[in-house]
Each structure stands twice: as C-alpha cells, then as structure tokens.
C-alpha cells in the first residue's frame, strides 16, 4: 500500500503529468463510461438510421398494397388474376399446372405437378 502511494505522489509532483492523468480519465468517463456518452450518442445514431430505412422500406410495401387496392377496386379481372396467382384456384372447367422453380435450375426440365381442390 505505501508504493502504491508513492507512486501516486510521485506522479502528482509532476505538474504535466497530473494533467495529462486528469484529461486522460475525463476522456474515458465523457467518452465511454458515462451514460450519455459520444459512444452512447453514436449507436444511438446508427440505431436511427437503420430505423429511418426500416420506415421508408414499410412506406415503400404501403404505397405498393394501396396501389393494389386501388387496382382491385377498379379492375375485377385483378381479383381473378391475384386468386389464381397467389391461392391457386381455378374455374370448374380448368386444370391448373404449377411448374417448380428449383426443377427447371436443376434438371433443365419442367415438373408439372396438378393442384389439388
């Protein structure tokens, strides 16, 4: 304990030293420890921009659902076409063939497989 205090009026004595000492903690406690620190207020920053994307991404899919509705409301062909499309269904008198993605890649073939009611 009595060089731990030595040391410590050691460095004190030494006017630039106790000022470079009392920046250098000030530094650390402003700069990372404290709670609103410049690392606090820079992830706070980035959390905002992915954010800011996030709610021009959700702007960018309502604009797109408002434009089909809208299509749906005047069209009637547009409920046709987005119920066979996304539910398959079809009319009494029609057979539907859904056609596999990953066979055509990979086998260079078509698989044709008939949906089911």
Known sequence: MKKIKQICLAIWRIKALKYIVVTVIAVVLIGFVDENSVWKHYMNKQRI?????????????????????????????AIRKIARERYFMKADNEDIFVISGEAVETQKKTERHEATE
Do not use: M, V
């Open 49 to 77: 921009s992915e954010l800011n994307e996030e709610i021009e991404r959700y702007n960018q899919q309502y604009r797109h659902d408002q434009a089909q509705i809208q299509k749906i409301h005047n069209d009637p062909r």
